[in-house]
C-alpha cells in the first residue's frame, strides 16, 4: 500500500468535490451517485466533510479545503440556535467543524462555538445514572429514554475533555470520565464486544432493556458500535492518561481483530449476525484502524506491531476492493451500512470517507487531532 500515492488521490478528489458542493453538506450520495445537501442541519454526519477538508488543509496548506470547512462551521450555526434537537452526537457536530478551526487557527470565534456545544452536552449528563443521555423523544417504544445511553457517545467525550482544556474548569472532563466509567461497567463485555444501546430506569437506576439498536439484535455485536468503543476508550486514555481507559481500547480491539480477521480484514455489520444474508460495513472497519494507530502511539514497542499490522490489514483491504478514487465521482470509500436492519446496504457514506482520510494522514505523518 503506498500511502503517499493514496494521499495524493484523496486530496485531488475531495478538491474536486469541494469545488462541486460549494457550500452543501454531504451525507450519502443519492442514487445518480451525486452528493445532495443536508435536510437536517442537525444530523449527527454534518460535520465530517468538514473535518475532512480540516485535516487535508492542514496536510496541503490549500485554501479551499479552509474556507469551504468554514461554510459548514457557519451554518452549523443554525443548529446551535435550535438546540433542542441537539443530542448527544453534539461531539462529532462541533469537535470536527469549530474544534478543528480553533485548533489550527485560534479563531476565537470558533473557541465560543466549541465552548457552547460542549455546554450542551454536558447539560445532558444525569448524575443519578452517571450517564450522557443519548436522545430525547420516543427513539424506542415502551421505554422511558431519559435512561437512554448509546456506546456511540463515547467518541463526543473528546468535545468535553476539550472544554475542560480551554476554560480550566474541570467539571467538563469529570462528566466526560463518569459517563466512560459507566460505560465501562455496563457496555463493554468481558471478551470486548460491547452492546450498542442501554436504557435504564431513572427511578431506580436498574437496568430495563439492552436493545441491538443498528446491530442486528439485542447482544450482539454491531460492528461500528465496537469501532466507537475501541476508538473512543483510546481517545479517553489520550486525554486523562488513566490505565482503565487504554485496557479497554486493547479489549475491544483484540475483539474487533479476531473477528475481521475471519473475514479478510472487511467487517460485517454485525459480528454476532446470521450467515445470511451477508452485510459488510466497511465504516466500522475505518474508524477501528484509527483506533488501532491511535493505541499503537500509547503502547510500548513490543505491543505496537500488533495494533500497527492490523489498521494496515483493514486499509489495504478497504484501498484494494472498496474505494473509488475517480474525481468525477462523488464519495470514496463504498461498502458502508448505516444500520443492520436498513434496506439499504454497502453504501458511501461521508463519515468512511472521514476515517479513511484520518487513518492515511495519520500513516504519512500529516493529520492533526481532531478529538
Known amino acids: 500500500m503506498n500511502i503517499s500515492e493514496i494521499s495524493d488521490k484523496i486530496t485531488l478528489k475531495i478538491a474536486a468535490e469541494a469545488e462541486r458542493l460549494g457550500e452543501k453538506i454531504p451525507y450519502i450520495p443519492d442514487s445518480n451517485g451525486k452528493y445532495t445537501d443536508t435536510d437536517n442541519i442537525c444530523w449527527w454526519t454534518n460535520s465530517f466533510w ?92 415502551g421505554h422511558d429514554t431519559a435512561g437512554g445511553a448509546i456506546i456511540d457517545t463515547m467518541m463526543n467525550l473528546p468535545l468535553l475533555y476539550l472544554a475542560s482544556e480551554i476554560t480550566g474548569d474541570p467539571r467538563f472532563g469529570s462528566i466526560a470520565e463518569r459517563h466512560a466509567d459507566t460505560m465501562l461497567k455496563y457496555m463493554l463485555r468481558p471478551d470486548g464486544s460491547a452492546n450498542h444501546q442501554i436504557v435504564f430506569d431513572v427511578k431506580t437506576g436498574l437496568i430495563t432493556a439492552n436493545p441491538g439498536g443498528q446491530g442486528y439484535a439485542s447482544g450482539s455485536s454491531w460492528s461500528r458500535g465496537q469501532a466507537w468503543a475501541l476508538y473512543g476508550y483510546a481517545l479517553s486514555f489520550l486525554h486523562t492518561g488513566k490505565d482503565r481507559y487504554l485496557d479497554a481500547a486493547k479489549r475491544a480491539a483484540s475483539y474487533f481483530i479476531s473477528n475481521i480477521s475471519a473475514t479478510g480484514y472487511v467487517p460485517l455489520a454485525d459480528f454476532r449476525a446470521p450467515e445470511e444474508p451477508v452485510y459488510y460495513d466497511t465504516t466500522a472497519g475505518v ?50 451500512s448505516v444500520s443492520y436492519h436498513e434496506k439499504e446496504h454497502h453504501q458511501k457514506i461521508i463519515y468512511g470517507d472521514y476515517f479513511f482520510t484520518e487513518a492515511i494522514l495519520r500513516l504519512s505523518g500529516k493529520s492533526f487531532l481532531v478529538w
Not at 57 to 76: D, I, P, Q, V
Not at 294 to 310: F, L, N, P, T
Not at 312 to 333: N, V
Request: a negative charge; charged letters at 30%; aromatic letters at 10%.
Open 287 to 336: 474508524i477501528a484502524a484509527c483506533g488501532l494507530l491511535e493505541i499503537a502511539e500509547r503502547v510500548s514497542d513490543d505491543e505496537k506491531r500488533m495494533y500497527m499490522d492490523g489498521a494496515i490489514k483493514i486499509l489495504e483491504a478497504l484501498e484494494t476492493k472498496w474505494c473509488d478514487f475517480d474525481p468525477l465521482t462523488d464519495g470514496i470509500l463504498d461498502g458502508g
Open 50 to 141: 468538514a473535518g475532512m477538508l480540516w485535516q487535508l488543509y492542514h496536510a496541503s496548506g490549500n485554501e479551499l479545503f479552509r474556507k469551504t470547512a468554514e461554510c459548514s462551521e457557519k451554518r452549523l450555526d443554525a443548529a446551535l440556535d435550535d438546540f433542542e434537537n441537539i443530542d448527544h452526537d453534539a461531539g462529532f457536530l462541533w469537535l470536527h467543524t469549530a474544534g478543528a478551526n480553533y485548533r489550527l487557527t485560534g479563531n476565537k470565534r470558533s473557541e465560543r462555538r466549541l465552548l457552547h456545544a460542549a455546554t450542551l452536552l454536558a447539560g445532558r449528563y444525569n448524575p443519578d445514572l452517571e450517564i450522557i443521555r443519548a436522545w430525547d423523544g420516543q427513539w424506542m417504544p
